[in-house]
């Protein structure tokens, strides 16, 4: 059975990193487009980024760039999502998700995904 669970979530201090961990299992990572998304309150769900091994690094929102990246272990079948300089809008639920296949989808575009974790950004 496939199953996706972030951990690594919590509160910091504005300006601050954190690192975002998606631990699959029951699938292997390697062959999935995998996807990190975040949902503010009262807001829609936002694409962030996408890693799968025939695209690349792909930015949904591009004013992310430079501030987050994606990193992947495959030998753990983990996926990490670091993220820098740390604003208090930032504050979200973050959610990895997966799509079989080499190439990233649209945002749209993926099956399965995780339960979601909580980042706080606050003095």
């Known amino acids: 059975q496939l199953k996706l669970v972030e951990s690594g979530g919590g509160l910091v201090q504005p300006g601050g990193s954190l690192r975002l961990s998606c631990a699959a299992s029951g699938f292997t990572l390697a062959s999935y487009g995998i996807g990190w998304f975040r949902q503010a309150p009262g807001k829609e769900r936002e694409g962030i980024l996408c890693?799968?091994?025939?695209?690349?690094?792909?930015y949904y929102a591009d004013s992310l760039r430079g501030r987050f990246t994606i990193s992947r272990d495959n030998a753990k079948n983990t996926v990490d999502l670091q993220m820098h300089s740390l604003k208090p809008e930032d504050t979200a639920v973050y959610y990895c998700?997966?799509?079989?296949?080499?190439?990233?989808?649209?945002?749209?575009?993926?099956?399965?995904w995780g339960q979601g974790t909580q980042v706080t950004v606050s003095s």
């Open positions: 998700a997966v799509r079989p296949g080499w190439y990233c989808p649209g945002p749209e575009g993926f099956s399965s």
């Open positions: 890693d799968a091994m025939g695209d690349g690094i792909k």
